[in-house]
């Protein structure tokens, strides 16, 4: 299984940014969809997480009310919309693949990784 992700790119502090990924073939259909990022000297972390019916979804603390996850199992891909950003959501974001069907926050519970996607956020 092979994620491509993509639509990073700068933006000013209370901008929008959508980052898609997309999967190489039908694998994570039955599975949970992920987001996580990572900033230069800091630890991956979670971001979201959309269970595998797209019913069900988890945020960061960080980003509730700011973030949408969503996904198209018939497009394999999935989506995160990131609106009114600030400075500190700037990192690279990963998509992943879980293990599981259901949403979860926890990094090892994720077995394919995208290359990342980098998102800058300007003050």
């Known amino acids: 299984v092979q994620l491509q992700a993509s639509g990073g790119g700068l933006v000013q502090a209370g901008g929008s940014l959508r980052v898609s990924c997309a999967a190489s073939?039908?694998?994570?259909?039955?599975?949970?969809l992920g987001w996580f990022r990572q900033a230069p000297g800091k630890e991956r972390e979670f971001v979201a997480s959309?269970?595998?019916?797209?019913?069900?979804?988890q945020y960061a603390d960080s980003v509730k009310g700011r973030f949408t996850i969503s996904r198209d199992n018939a497009k394999n891909m999935v989506d995160l919309q990131m609106n009114n950003l600030k400075p500190e959501d700037s990192a690279v974001y990963y998509c992943?693949?879980?293990?599981?069907?259901?949403?979860?926050?926890?990094?090892?519970?994720?077995?394919?990784w995208g290359q990342g996607t980098q998102v800058t956020v300007s003050s």
């Open positions: 992943a693949v879980s293990l599981y069907s259901g949403a979860t926050s926890r990094l090892n519970s994720y077995r394919y």
């Open positions: 073939k039908r694998t994570g259909s039955n599975n949970a």
């Open positions: 959309i269970d595998w019916r797209g019913t069900v979804t």
